[in-house]
């Protein structure tokens, strides 16, 4: 790939000097903006730490339930620090994948038509990507390490500064590794093959966790033990001190095969790896979650094609695509890991934590069922072509909306009074809340569903100042409280259900069900 | 095509200015679109001829003038318009999840089409996509998806058909096909409003064009109008 020493001299033709003047032609002003862009992430990522450590605090606070009665589970036989064992090795697959994304083997699609035909040592090219990518990993591990250090201090209550620095240690070694061997995977072009491995590696620690749990159920006493000796090596610094080796051991190889993988990287594994970081910007920027698996081939799925059939064509259109989008796995998945969570550890199953859980999952429905509607909702030439009036498809869109959220609110409800969590009375004040919740996550999704096709990157390049992009980003977290909202006087009965449910609180849910009513009355 | 009795004004507009907030693009046009009528829209790029359908179709704001659906003002949602126009909808809009042969079915469900499996199968045969029929939209090239398209326009009853250059992507045997299905339907009194940059769909099946290449536009014959695209 070096340009040859002939042709060069032959034309006086260097594409070398082309990126040697490019480099020096940075002024000392773009030197500056680029050091302030640096100053600005630090400053972002102190920023984030704050909140992320104080939502974390309200995490552990919640689910130890200081000062608030426990219902006490035969089966909870796990401590919060038991499941920080199993969060180690998932945050550390999650940094993975992260990298396999930020990774250096990257050019952009419209970049790539540019850079790639020239014939240069590609290890020129990328080499600042390469140095920027290591350090990303490593900050970004240093970042998890600070935030893991915060949760150890939390629930052991006491620290060091030598178990400070070997946490932070490991997870700035196993960043820098992540990085290296996201890099030496993407030059292979083996990036898709890598993420398949994460996915199954976090399905095989959940499995894990379940199985663990089981065999302490069914009476496998040496398990606990065991599982106290790990929890108590967690705050140990000898044990971090090996893992940081072992980390270092992975690491150093790693670099070692990236750097000399560099020079032979091709061209196709360099736009796949920017096709990919494409992707990951979109997701963010139009905070859509699907956009990391845009280049994944979709299965075909006939599943209900002939259910859908007795239903109107509208209602038929929706159900298929909660089905067969997979819009219902978010609901489904945080639903499993919530029980899991609240059968499993001591502390879990208080009031204060089942609120919590109702509150996200009311928000993950939301923004799970605002995906259902987005097609409908954003392209009315959609519903002409079916013959369908506007009222005609939002009538549709809440109807299916709100039933979907009642059958989750139901079937979570019943469960959680199947357990004895909940007290069934009285019961005309429950089916109300749950009715009330559904109706007003139906107004929700419909409201969010047609900003769904919003364009972040657009909104952040033409913002005018600070304040328009306020006002987007407050319009969007509105959104995910009037979400959270919905569900007031089920919180209100957990927290205390003793008590009736104030008027306001019935209020409250009733204005946020109203847009539903209004659109299904027509 | 229509004796006087049978005639009866589906789509019009008078003194239409079409354009965005900040630019007039033409204008004014007066348009009027009767039972069994066939009219091109032609001009060069950018003359505003999506531009002027997208206007017609209550889309976009005129900047003045007004238009009509069988005299009263235009209103998408109203159930005459939604039984009596099928318009060609833009190229990304199809549901992700649903199969070619879904989509059709769900149109044909949603219009009421009696016997609609038969009706699926035939256009599905009529554009050349059993093949793919339980493919996915993501899944089809850009032609077969214009197809998916085309066919779910053709596939539900209408009084009149609306296309943005259905030509666009079609081989010419399916464009000949179409173009000859187009003339039948049209002898079935069913009316076409098409802006197209196709000689023979304006020769095969439709009388008269309006070319906009000035501000009002000019009516012409559909074979005047055939030759200006050709020159």
């Not at chain 1, 600005?40 to 939502?55: C, E, H, T």
């Not at chain 1, 009476?219 to 140990?236: C, H, I, K, N, P």
Request: with cysteine; proline share 4%; glycine share 10%.
């Amino acid at each position: 790939m070096s340009a040859s020493p002939d042709t060069s001299a032959a034309s006086g033709y260097d594409p070398r000097d082309i990126l040697r003047r490019v480099r020096s032609a940075r002024s000392f002003s773009e030197r500056f903006d680029s050091f302030s862009e640096i100053y600005v992430w630090v400053l972002a990522a102190v920023v984030a730490l704050a909140y992320l450590a104080s939502a974390l605090y309200g995490a552990i606070f919640v689910l130890l339930g200081e000062g608030v009665p426990h219902l006490e589970l035969a089966s909870a036989r796990w401590s919060l620090d038991a499941v920080a064992l199993f969060l180690l090795p998932m945050l550390l697959l999650l940094v993975f994948r992260l990298m396999l994304y930020l990774g250096p083997n990257a050019v952009g699609p419209e970049q790539a038509d540019w850079w790639l035909p020239l014939p240069v040592d590609r290890r020129v090219l990328l080499r600042p990507a390469w140095r920027r990518a290591l350090g990303l990993g490593s900050a970004a591990g240093v970042f998890l390490g600070l935030l893991w250090a915060l949760a150890l201090f939390a629930l052991a209550g006491t620290w060091s500064p030598a178990l400070l620095l070997s946490v932070v240690g490991f997870f700035a070694l196993a960043g820098l590794g992540s990085a290296a061997a996201a890099g030496a995977l993407q030059a292979a072009g083996r990036q898709h093959a890598a993420q398949r491995f994460c996915s199954a590696g976090l399905r095989v620690l959940a499995a894990g966790y379940v199985l663990l749990w089981t065999a302490q159920l069914v009476g496998m006493g040496t398990l606990d033990a065991r599982l106290v000796a790990w929890e108590q090596a967690l705050l140990e610094v000898g044990p971090w001190m090996v893992l940081c080796c072992g980390a270092l051991a992975v690491a150093v190889p790693c670099i070692v095969l990236a750097s000399r993988r560099l020079a032979g990287v091709s061209g196709a594994a360099l736009r796949e790896g920017g096709l990919h970081q494409q992707q990951l910007a979109g997701a963010i920027m139009q905070a859509d979650a699907r956009g990391v698996h845009l280049g994944a081939a979709r299965k075909r799925n006939r599943t209900g094609g002939r259910l859908v059939r007795a239903l109107p064509v509208s209602v038929g259109i929706l159900a298929l695509r909660c089905v067969r989008g997979g819009h219902w796995k978010p609901a489904l998945g945080f639903s499993a890991a919530a029980l899991v969570l609240l059968l499993s550890v001591r502390t879990a199953a208080n009031p204060l934590a089942l609120a919590g859980v109702l509150a996200i999952l009311l928000v993950v429905l939301g923004a799970s069922l605002a995906e259902v509607l987005r097609p409908a909702a954003t392209q009315p030439e959609l519903g002409l072509m079916l013959g369908l009036a506007r009222s005609q498809r939002e009538r549709a869109m809440t109807a299916v909306a709100a039933g979907l959220s009642l059958l989750v609110l139901g079937v979570w409800t019943l469960g959680l009074w199947g357990i004895g969590a909940l007290a069934p009375v009285p019961w005309w004040s429950w089916v109300a809340a749950v009715l009330l919740a559904a109706l007003g996550l139906a107004s929700v999704a419909l409201a969010h569903a047609r900003r769904a096709e919003r364009d972040w990157e657009e909104i952040f390049a033409g913002a005018s100042n600070e304040m328009s992009i306020a006002a987007v980003l407050i319009q969007q977290a509105w959104t995910l409280l009037r979400a959270a909202a919905s569900g007031a006087a089920l919180y209100f009965q957990v927290l205390a259900p003793v008590a009736a449910v104030p008027w306001g609180i019935w209020a409250v849910c009733l204005l946020g069900a109203a847009p539903a009513l209004k659109k299904l009355a027509g | 095509m229509a004796t006087e009795s049978e005639h009866r004004t589906h789509l019009e507009a008078h003194g239409l200015v079409i354009g965005y907030p900040e630019q007039t693009i033409c204008g004014p046009i007066d348009l009027r679109i009767g039972t069994g009528d066939g009219l091109g829209i032609i001009g060069s790029n950018g003359s505003g001829k999506s531009t002027l359908l997208a206007t017609l179709l209550g889309r976009i704001p005129a900047q003045s003038g007004e238009t009509a659906f069988r005299g009263l003002p235009l209103d998408e949602d109203s159930l005459d318009f939604r039984r009596t126009v099928a318009v060609q909808v833009s190229d990304g809009a199809f549901f992700e999840e649903l199969s070619v042969a879904e989509h059709l079915e769900m149109v044909a469900r949603g219009h009421g089409v009696p016997e609609w499996e038969a009706k699926v199968e035939s256009e599905l045969e009529f554009f050349e996509l059993t093949a793919v029929a339980d493919h996915l939209p993501g899944e089809l090239s850009s032609g077969q998806r214009r197809k998916l398209l085309l066919a779910a326009t053709l596939i539900r009853p209408a009084g009149l058909l609306i296309f943005d250059e259905p030509e666009q992507r079609l081989d010419l045997r399916i464009r000949q096909k179409f173009y000859e299905r187009l003339a039948g339907l049209r002898r079935d009194m069913v009316s076409i409003l098409a802006v197209t940059h196709d000689p023979a769909m304006l020769r095969l099946c439709l009388d008269r064009a309006l070319l906009l290449d000035g501000d009002a536009g000019e009516y012409v014959e559909s074979e005047d109008g055939a030759q200006w695209l050709e020159r």
